[in-house]
């Protein structure tokens, strides 16, 4: 294979693990530190996706400008969805960490099919695109990397999936709140006993991971288009993302979502009939040869 | 022999058609002369008319992601049924009433179980709709054993009749995948230098049909063509950047592709920014793609493609000759504030045969007909289409192919391209003729004549 | 993270649950007969229909639940078993020319033991979540195989569609359609039904029941004693493999066209959610479960466009609200609180 098509193909690879990383990194956490196997995660990726479409589209008469709209997409819609999972969790979550794992994966998919009819309600069925003018994967077109034109976005979106599993180390490794997390994915009610205000934190994670998922979301749809399905296929991505990397790894999570990632994108380039059964392949044969996942025994950043 | 078998078949249903259809001439002629001696001939007279609205269901997706085709089709019905009964209803005496929707997205379980509670209720005339090949082969069959009179207007799959030759209570305006698949083979015999395909096709029946008839056909008609790689995306994809890059690689002078609705337009917006379209000299995009794909691209469509398919259904084409057709265009646009796309156009040819046969069999017999009636009177019609006469072969319909290239060049009311340069090729060419299988035919058609 | 999944109740002491066994029995004869004689006195077809629907889908439930239920292993790849059994009967009938109903629903129970023990040996080494993943993603190869038409026996997504089968060498399959399944068909999926519930409630009471429980409510203890864990699991996926996959034969008759949409995780789903809404910790609530599940869908069909909202707010409030004991088990306790406070006054 020439050099230019591996070059082109890693860079897809490498976008596509940025969007799992994106959807599948809160999932992990909420469920290595928190307890709660949220099957609804991923629906605030097509969350994020749809009010970035309906965001975006209502800014063409108020601006243009790339850096609005990329602060808007990277700063403003995370931040709106903040707030709001800090309240659903508050409300709609509250009850289910007291649940068995299999209870909160039934009552959370409860949760995605309450969701996808809001999104229906509000936004209606028929996929919607962001316009060209205030479309920043358009504006930014194309740059030159390595001798091959890659999409100037695109590149963008990979840099900030960087970004934000650095920070999340960071933030384990560094500050109070992740120190406190990490001792809650060992030991729960320790934590509790030592009159750790579990809750403020829970509430903390829980926001921060759903955001995460909301920005991958908001990222993804300049380039591709807000539909219903959206939701559904990223629900069963993360949990393969996350059952490959291992149950709570923030390294897990990376790993994983590069692997898909590659084995994606070189698998359709090079045999294309194996599309459909790539990543539940993929999923079969780490859980049968490791259960446990990739790195399912470690903590969070071990 | 498996085709022999079919073969036998087949001629056993023709011969079986021909008998019944020679029988309901005899009886309609007689009860045409009775109708005749009396000189009750006209519409105005007709006793039996019932009193009550002719009831509709339509049968449509109003969730998940084929929703939006179902959303057109129901802007479609709302206007035209409000246009029929504002001139009175069906032949002028009859208000249509659509009293029910059901969602597809509940799947061939309950559609087929809500078929049954309709037929027994008898509170319906006619399901109508369908959008899913899968369920119109699911529910047609039920619909039909139960005697229920079931309009289909917009699935493709060839094999609706094929397989059930013997419905008598279901009929489809709409062309089937045959008329875009074997259009598009006819596209490529006018074109030159195509010598390598790529073809890009869903991964489910309406990929798969496409890409066999489109091989099969350029196979038969002797093209000098090779289909170099075939890809199947999966259904609702949205990330079709490893496909453009591979496509991008091999660079075929021709790009084949029945994806349709959101999929169409992803593939083409991420095909725009990964180069694909510098990459092939051609695109032939057939999965029932028009106004809402050059609107959701706009000025990012690329100029090196031909959009269309089965049947005239592009707001611009002979808008200026077709008084009827500009009327639909314009009042659609007035009302929903957007032009209308393929699933408004086949509900509409769907009323409109549904208009052609109430009035032909009240003509012939005098009185408002049963639905098996009216079922039998849609067969072998033809009615205005924008593409000319929209012709029934028995109950199915048989559509033209017709395609165009992007232009901005256009007097429609939006800022987003539309077609131009518009090909037309006849139903002929693109249609089995009646009682020959699809895929037999597709495998020894010859060149286009003329 | 434990799981802490339905204990049944105690079984009673010997004699009242001689006469509660009989009241049972009773119950459950007269429903039986009600049911059996339902198509000739109402002549309602849609009802009979419908009702077939709901007992096909209890069976499958009923089959479901012998793993989540009996074995503590949430499986959401059921549907592998639903569509082998369904597609066994279609594709039997298609290629190998066997038109008899009792052949075919033999062929299919067979066939989906088979894929349950496949799948199974594959699984049961795992548990909790990574069982339901992988579970889901074995399922849903086979899901990618169909669509894919591997081997020409599918067609892809437009499905197959069905003839109606003979039954013991009479030619039932000529009588009308309506027929066939009022006088007919609709009687060989009660018979099944109760067979099944008959069978499972020897069967689950019988030493190889009492194992899975031990299983289900301490693993570490049921070890020690000696239970060979891993045999039983698979045991109790294939026995449930079998049952589910008779549900799917006799739906596949039902509903006349069988496409992959049978074999996606979508439909595990389906089946998983009427186990827990008639309650999972109840011998007959996953029947309960299926019948709720497919009227209440209907009902929400019929009178809102947000059906799938409707079906979600449902889902969470039941496994908040009642867990494993679902409406059936709800209904039962409340039963029993309006006879004690009767009792008491």
Aim: charged share 15%; aromatic share 10%; glycine share 10%.
């Amino acid at each position: 294979m020439p050099i230019e098509s591996l070059m082109v193909n890693t860079f897809n690879g490498l976008y596509f693990a940025a969007l799992l990383f994106f959807a599948s990194v809160g999932l992990t956490l909420v469920f290595g530190i928190l307890n709660l196997l949220n099957m609804a995660h991923a629906a605030f990726y097509g969350l994020g996706a749809y009010v970035a479409v309906w965001t975006l589209n209502n800014m063409g008469d108020i601006t243009t400008s790339t850096v609005v709209l990329l602060a808007v997409l990277v700063l403003v819609i995370p931040l709106v969805v903040f707030v709001l999972s800090a309240v659903l969790d508050k409300t709609v979550f509250a009850p289910l960490y007291e649940i068995e794992p299999v209870y909160q994966l039934l009552a959370t998919f409860g949760v995605i099919l309450m969701l996808d009819d809001v999104i229906k309600f509000i936004w209606g069925a028929s996929p919607i695109t962001v316009d060209g003018a205030v479309d920043p994967s358009r504006q930014l077109g194309t740059l030159d990397l390595l001798g091959i034109s890659v999409s100037a976005y695109r590149s963008v979106v990979i840099l900030i999936a960087i970004a934000c599993a650095v920070g999340l180390y960071l933030m384990f490794v560094k500050t109070k709140l992740g120190k406190i997390s990490q001792a809650m994915s060992e030991d729960y009610e320790m934590v509790q006993m030592l009159g750790i205000n579990v809750n403020r934190v829970r509430i903390m994670i829980f926001s921060i991971s759903v955001a995460i998922a909301a920005l991958g979301g908001a990222l993804f749809v300049p380039f591709a288009t807000a539909t219903p399905a959206v939701t559904l296929e990223y629900v069963l991505l993360s949990f393969a993302v996350i059952v490959i990397g291992g149950l709570g790894s923030l390294k897990g999570v990376v790993v994983a979502a590069l692997v898909i990632g590659m084995v994606r994108s070189f698998g359709i380039a090079y045999y294309p009939a194996l599309e459909l059964a790539i990543v539940f392949g993929l999923m079969a044969v780490v859980i049968i040869f490791k259960p446990e996942g990739l790195f399912g025994d470690e903590g969070v950043v071990e | 022999m498996n085709t022999q078998l079919m073969n036998e078949n087949n001629s056993h249903v023709s011969r079986r058609n021909f008998l019944k259809g020679s029988a309901a001439v005899t009886t309609v002629g007689s009860l045409a002369g009775c109708v005749l001696l009396e000189g009750d001939f006209g519409t105005e007279e007709i006793d039996g008319i019932p009193d009550e609205p002719f009831r509709i269901v339509q049968l449509l997706f109003e969730s998940g992601p084929p929703a939006f085709y179902g959303e057109e089709a129901r802007n479609a019905s709302e206007m035209l049924v409000e246009q029929i009964n504002d001139d009175g209803g069906l032949i002028g005496e009859r208000e249509i009433e659509v009293v029910d929707r059901l969602d597809e997205d509940a799947g061939p379980d309950s559609l087929i179980s809500d078929v049954q509670a309709m037929a027994q209720e008898g509170e319906v005339d006619m399901i109508m709709g369908i959008v899913s090949s899968a369920h119109s082969l699911a529910v047609a069959p039920a619909a039909d054993d139960q005697q229920l009179p079931f309009l289909v207007t917009m699935p493709g799959t060839y094999q609706l009749f094929e397989e059930n030759p013997e419905m008598d209570h279901v009929v489809r305006t709409a062309g089937t995948n045959a008329a875009g698949a074997v259009g598009a083979v006819r596209m490529v015999e006018q074109m030159d230098d195509v010598e390598t395909v790529i073809t890009v096709d869903p991964d489910y029946a309406w990929g798969h049909d496409h890409q066999e008839m489109f091989t099969a056909g350029l196979d038969a008609v002797g093209a000098d063509v090779e289909v170099v790689e075939s890809r199947y995306p999966e259904l609702g994809e949205t990330d079709y950047s490893a496909h453009v890059s591979a496509i991008a690689d091999e660079s075929p002078d021709l790009l084949f592709s029945s994806l349709w609705g959101g999929d169409i337009s992803t593939f083409v917006s991420q095909g725009v920014a990964g180069g694909l379209f510098e990459a092939v000299d051609e695109a032939l995009l057939i999965g029932d793609t028009g106004a809402p794909l050059l609107d959701s691209l706009g000025a990012d469509m690329p100029e090196n493609v031909w959009l269309g398919g089965r049947g005239g259904y592009q707001p611009n084409y002979r808008y200026d000759e077709d008084e009827a057709h500009r009327e639909f265009v314009d009042e659609y646009y007035e009302r929903y504030d957007q032009l209308p796309g393929w699933g408004a156009y086949h509900e509409w040819m769907g009323f409109e045969a549904l208009q052609e046969g109430v009035e032909r069999a009240v003509q012939i017999i005098g009185d408002w007909p049963t639905g098996e009636q009216l079922m039998a009177s849609m067969n072998n019609i033809a009615f205005e289409a924008p593409h000319g006469q929209h012709t029934m072969h028995g109950p199915q319909a048989v559509a033209p192919a017709v395609f165009g290239r992007p232009t901005d060049d256009h007097d429609l009311p939006v800022d987003h391209p539309l077609l131009g340069e518009f090909e037309f090729i006849e139903a002929a060419e693109v249609n089995p003729p009646e009682g020959v299988l699809t895929m037999d035919w597709v495998d020894e058609i010859e060149p286009m004549t003329g | 993270m434990s799981t802490r999944l339905p204990t049944f109740g105690d079984v009673k002491a010997g004699e009242i649950k001689g006469v509660l066994l009989d009241k049972r029995l009773l119950a459950g004869s007269a429903l039986f007969v009600f049911l059996a004689l339902y198509p000739a006195l109402t002549m309602n077809a849609y009802h009979t229909r419908l009702l077939a629907w709901i007992m096909c889908f209890a069976i499958a439930a009923l089959g479901f639940n012998i793993v989540l239920g009996y074995t503590g292993l949430l499986s959401f790849g059921h549907a592998a078993f639903f569509g082998a059994g369904m597609y066994t009967v279609v594709i039997a009938m298609e290629r190998a020319g066997i038109t008899d109903l009792v052949v075919l629903l033999v062929l299919a129970m067979i066939v989906a033991g088979v894929v349950g023990a496949i799948i199974g040996a594959l699984s049961v080494k795992t548990h909790e979540i990574y069982f339901a993943l992988l579970t889901l993603a074995l399922a849903q190869l086979l899901f990618v195989l169909a669509t894919r038409d591997v081997g020409g026996l599918t067609r892809g997504t437009d499905g197959i569609g069905l003839t109606r089968p003979d039954f013991l060498g009479l030619p039932v399959s000529e009588v009308p359609a309506q027929f066939y399944l009022m006088g007919f068909y609709y009687h060989v999926i009660l018979v099944c039904l109760t067979a099944t519930i008959l069978l499972l409630w020897v069967v689950l009471r019988s030493p190889f029941g009492l194992t899975l429980k031990m299983i289900r409510e301490n693993e570490t203890r049921a070890e020690m004693s000696g239970v060979p864990i891993l045999r039983y699991r698979l045991y109790s996926m294939i026995l449930s493999a079998m049952i589910v996959g008779l549900g799917g034969a006799l739906y596949a008759v039902v509903v006349g066209h069988i496409t992959p949409e049978y074999l996606d995780w979508t439909m595990s789903g389906e089946i998983v959610f009427m186990a827990l809404l008639g309650g999972i910790g109840t011998f007959l609530g996953p029947v309960v479960g299926a019948g709720g599940f497919i009227l209440l869908q209907e009902l929400a069909l019929s009178v809102t466009t947000y059906w799938h909202f409707t079906m979600g707010l449902v889902l969470f409030v039941v496994v908040l609200t009642l867990r494993e004991k679902g409406i059936w088990g709800g209904a039962k306790e409340l039963l029993e609180r309006l006879d004690e406070r009767r009792d008491n006054s």
